[in-house]
């Protein structure tokens, strides 16, 4: 190949163009679009007039300006939303009424779910997957770019997986929910504590056991170097003060030959 | 683990499901507990996948243009190729980025490559690289970064697959090589040469009249015929030559050039690189014309000897030799590690992150914010006398806050034996007034009872001002000493010198310096250290090196026959009071009849000694005008250039001087003069016989 015919970098305007145009990136805008759809159906079937449109408005926002922190201003925005409602309307306490999802709430999970799965692996597309190294931030295009997850990895394969997580999760988190439903309070507790601490504990216990089971592996593949740092350290913490005198007078030792050499 | 992204998001999905759990409500609790479990499931998976990033194997390659190499050559293109492989489940989405040694140029293609690592699909790249000058390349192994598609999960693993490849010296061309005019009818045995004078030879060297004696097979029947008298034919001489090569290693070759700016630059700067050029051009030519060439690689500590051989493994082994010393970093004692550490750092973050996990390696935030290093043999900027005499100079205050840094547990520990001091003393008198009845004069109790709280109170209060502001202005100072006990504590244990190595570097700046400088040199980190010490000297002159090469020459005459040719390519530029062993070795070798030829490196971008007053001129104004260019700004730099140059001009001539007078020739390799005009000239001090000039 010749030097003329070697094609010429793309700028970083032209690059972000190409990459906007991209059939993955088009393909999860469009999910995410699509999900926001279905969240103003949901939320408008509650009856939440125009107010329904904040969390799409916000995640359009956030979609397009590729915001790092719009999945988490949806969910607090449908939050505060639904919260609102529930006062205006005065519709619960349901637990003492065994209320059963509908259709809608469950088309929400689908909703939220597939707005939050789908934004962030647009993110990993056009800004980032890995955390930026602060060091190379002075060459923002360049980091930028070896961050970001190459839009030609994704396949269709991937996509139709997205598409059916979202029912799978959905009915995982009602199977989990009826089975919260069945457990009766122990010790007299009110029913909300109850669950609140059921859900709690299973979360902590859950996190507990993975974090243990990780760090037991880490260990267990530890290499010899590793180990070493280790036990020094072990030894060193408690001991850095006596192990600290003793070296200054070795150096002080040290020194004082040295000077004495020199000068002789 | 977490990435702030993750973060975020756990912390929205806990609040939707309080929510739903308080308020509550049906709907978000149901979204919570989607959230949560597609999140902890994604965490789990991910975790699951992590073995097989950390044990994936490296196949690493480098091809020429026909196949897999083992040794590199200067100059020269080579092609990288690196695959990936796992034999555990697929993993998460991988970026894999190979790490270019300092020796070598990248060309072109991607060192980076993304992807899902499968046991049936290996990840596969390749790039393309230039060698420098000689060396070693040495490649460190495969920096992985995963995460999931979400980016809600990260780590960070080095695979270490370690490859050293010695980059050969450059290989003289053919057409560089010195030309022949030889007459010659039969070829030479290897390693004999031609001698201009009368011998046994085979070649006719003249024509004189018979003299009684002469054998009648050399009468040339021919011309006494035409002449009418009887002629003798007389031959040349055959004799053997061996040529032995000494080649500086010392510091003084080793410090990177005036033109050596920037990291990449740094190891084509040094003279060494010249010298080793030189030493390889030497050798090759000596192999090509069947001499025997040894060599002596010396520095400070000792000499390196490869005994005189031909045959292409001991031009290979030479070779090898060259390239491994060309490799060689400056090595010094009592130079301050501060300068080292960010480096040495950044290098450890990079390639060995496991060793920095606080698990292994930890620096709770108290230590350093209440305790710190004291580094006993670390030298402040100025002593506390010329501090005080300064005055509130800039430095001074620098001073203070250093001292205010490392100080901090004297000062905690002297505020709590002055406090329970002065809260035993008034007690003391309360018992010797109450209990043993002693006379204790009211006024003294009252003072001790009202000034001794008062003084504690003031050590407290003075104490924590000092704590507060050495927080407030020591943050450098703490992430200083961060990076100074990771570092001693990797050094330690990387050095056989745990368990009690950690606490000895912590507290030994030489020690840790040195280890600091060897273990940067180990991984071929290019560094710079300060060439010049407090009191202004230079500390990389060498001079050690004189007696060491003075003592090689003496013992490789020992051991030399007739003829040896001994080339010095040494640095000895401003040695002049040094000089003296060096100088009865070189009487010593050319009073057996032997010859020695000085070849010196030229600093780059210096103009070049030259006896001719115009060109000198010339050079001068080029340099000049060269200087004026580069440092328009600033013209103590054009005037500080013109004085080094001037000196080095001096030291030249002194040097040539004092060793023309003996009879050696002596030659300046500046850095653009090619091999094949020193090779002529070695060619033509090779034939013994010459006159000398």
């Known amino acids: 190949m010749t030097k003329s015919q070697i094609p010429k970098p793309a700028s970083p305007a032209q690059a972000r163009q190409e990459l906007r145009s991209h059939p993955a990136v088009r393909n999860y805008t469009l999910v995410c679009l699509g999900a926001l759809f279905l969240l103003v159906v949901c939320l408008a079937d509650r009856g939440l007039g125009w107010w329904c449109l904040i969390p799409a408005l916000i995640g359009s926002v956030a979609l397009l300006l590729h915001w790092s922190l719009g999945p988490p201003m949806v969910i607090v925005s449908l939050t505060g939303l639904m919260l609102a409602s529930a006062r205006y309307r005065r519709s619960y306490p349901y637990w003492a009424r065994d209320q059963v999802p509908t259709l809608m709430d469950l088309l929400l999970c689908v909703a939220v779910l597939g707005y939050v799965m789908g934004h962030y692996r647009l993110l990993s597309l056009v800004r980032h997957i890995f955390p930026p190294d602060p060091r190379r931030m002075r060459d923002n295009a360049s980091a930028e770019s070896a961050n970001r997850r190459s839009a030609d990895q994704v396949n269709g394969r991937e996509l139709a997986l997205l598409v059916l997580a979202l029912p799978l999760w959905t009915v995982l988190s009602v199977v989990v929910w009826s089975w919260m439903m069945d457990s009766a309070p122990a010790l007299e507790m009110p029913v909300k504590v109850w669950r609140t601490l059921c859900v709690g504990w299973t979360a902590l216990t859950i996190l507990t056991a993975t974090a243990t089971v990780a760090g037991y592996l880490r260990w267990a593949t530890a290499t010899p170097e590793e180990s070493l740092l280790y036990l020094q350290d072990q030894l060193w913490r408690p001991t850095r003060r006596e192990q600290g005198s003793l070296n200054r007078w070795l150096v002080w030792a040290r020194l004082r030959a040295q000077r004495k050499k020199e000068n002789s | ?693």
């Open chain 2, 1 to 693: 683990m977490l990435t702030s992204r993750a973060w975020w998001f756990l912390l929205t999905v806990l609040l939707i499901l309080s929510a739903g759990l308080l308020v509550p409500s049906l709907p978000l609790l149901l979204v919570g507990l989607t959230l949560l479990l597609w999140f902890g499931c994604q965490w789990l998976l991910f975790l699951l996948r992590l073995p097989a990033v950390r044990g994936l194997r490296i196949e690493r390659e480098v091809w020429d243009e026909k196949t897999a190499v083992a040794t590199l050559w200067a100059g020269q293109t080579f092609e990288v190729r690196i695959r990936l492989v796992n034999d555990w489940l697929p993993s998460s989405h991988v970026a894999a980025t190979d790490r270019v040694p300092f020796a070598v140029e990248h060309r072109d293609g991607l060192t980076t490559v993304q992807g899902t690592l499968s046991p049936r699909q290996p990840l596969e790249f390749s790039y393309r690289i230039r060698c420098g000058t000689a060396g070693l390349a040495r490649f460190e192994g495969v920096r992985i970064q995963t995460a999931d598609w979400q980016g809600f999960f990260y780590h960070a693993h080095f695979a270490h697959a370690v490859v050293v490849m010695r980059i050969l010296p450059v290989l003289t061309q053919r057409a560089g090589q010195p030309a022949s005019k030889k007459r010659q009818n039969l070829l030479m045995p290897p390693g004999i040469h031609r001698f201009h004078r009368p011998g046994s030879g085979s070649e006719l060297l003249d024509l004189r009249d018979y003299l009684p004696g002469d054998p009648p097979k050399t009468i040339a029947w021919k011309v006494s015929a035409r002449r009418d008298r009887l002629i003798t034919k007389e031959f040349e001489s055959e004799v053997p030559v061996r040529c032995t090569l000494f080649v500086d290693t010392s510091n003084s070759v080793r410090v990177p050039g005036m033109a050596g700016v920037g990291p990449r630059q740094i190891n084509y700067g040094k003279a060494l690189d010249r010298l080793v050029d030189l030493a390889a051009g030497i050798l090759q030519a000596s192999a090509n014309i069947r001499d025997l060439t040894g060599l002596c690689l010396f520095d400070e500590q000792g000499v390196t000897n490869i005994r005189p051989n031909r045959g292409g493994a001991h031009l290979t082994e030479c070779l090898r030799k060259l390239a491994e010393s060309s490799a060689l970093t400056l090595r010094l004692e009592r130079v301050n590690p501060n300068h080292l550490l960010p480096l040495a750092y950044s290098f450890v973050q990079e390639v060995y992150p496991e060793l920095l996990r606080p698990a292994v390696n930890a620096v709770p935030f108290w230590m350093t914010w209440l305790e710190g290093f004291s580094s006993y043999s670390r030298r402040l900027p100025l002593s506390l006398f010329e501090m005080l005499r300064r005055g509130k100079s800039e430095r001074s205050v620098g001073n203070l806050f250093e001292i205010l840094h490392r100080r901090k547990s004297e000062l905690r520990t002297l505020c709590w034996w002055s406090s329970f001091w002065t809260l035993l003393l008034p007690l003391v008198f309360l018992l010797a007034r109450v209990v043993f009845k002693a006379r204790v004069p009211d006024g003294l109790l009252a003072f001790v009872l009202f000034f001794c709280p008062l003084f504690s109170l003031l050590m407290w209060g003075g104490t924590s001002a000092a704590f507060a502001l050495d927080s407030l202005v020591g943050w450098r100072k703490r992430r200083r000493d961060r990076w100074r006990k990771q570092l001693a504590a990797i050094l330690s244990a990387r050095y056989g010198l745990a368990p009690g190595g950690l606490a000895a570097l912590l507290e030994d700046d030489d020690a840790f310096s040195l280890l600091l400088q060897r273990f940067l040199s180990e991984h071929q980190i290019p560094y710079s250290l300060p060439l010049y010490g407090p009191e202004g000297r230079y500390l990389f002159a060498a001079s050690e090196k004189v007696p060491v090469l003075a003592d090689a020459l003496v013992r490789a005459v020992g051991k030399g026959r007739d003829n040896e040719l001994f080339v010095l390519l040494v640095d000895l530029l401003e040695l002049d009071d040094c000089l003296e062993p060096l100088l009865r070795a070189v009487r010593v070798a050319l009073g057996r009849h032997h010859q020695v030829v000085l070849i010196c490196p030229w600093p780059p971008g210096l103009a070049l000694p030259t006896d001719n007053p115009a060109r000198r001129a010339t050079a001068t104004l080029a340099l000049h005008g060269h200087t004026a260019r580069s440092a328009s700004r600033d013209p103590q730099a054009i005037l500080w250039d013109q004085l080094t140059t001037r000196r080095f001009h001096l030291a030249y001539q002194r040097l040539r001087r004092t060793f023309t007078r003996l009879g050696v020739v002596v030659i300046c390799a500046a850095s653009d003069e090619p091999v094949p005009l020193i090779l002529s000239r070695l060619e033509r001090l090779r034939t013994p016989g010459r006159p000398r000039s």
